[in-house]
């Protein structure tokens, strides 16, 4: 029998909120696996490249 595993990260924030072009400056930045501009903030890019180092995801 074959083991499923799955992982769920559910994330909650009750700030203000950000700007449309803020988030999608987000979002690529998060597309792009160069990280030429990583020295902009790594936060985000270094939590999900450990997520997905651990978990394949």
Do not use: C, P, W
Request: charged letters at 25%.
């Amino acid at each position: 029998m074959q083991k499923v595993y799955q992982v769920e990260i559910i994330v909650s924030d009750n700030g203000a909120g950000i700007s449309e072009d803020l988030l999608q400056l987000l979002r690529d930045r998060l597309k792009d696996t160069t990280q030429e501009h990583a020295a902009g903030g790594i936060g985000l890019i270094n939590v999900r490249s450990r997520v997905r180092f651990m978990y394949g995801i």
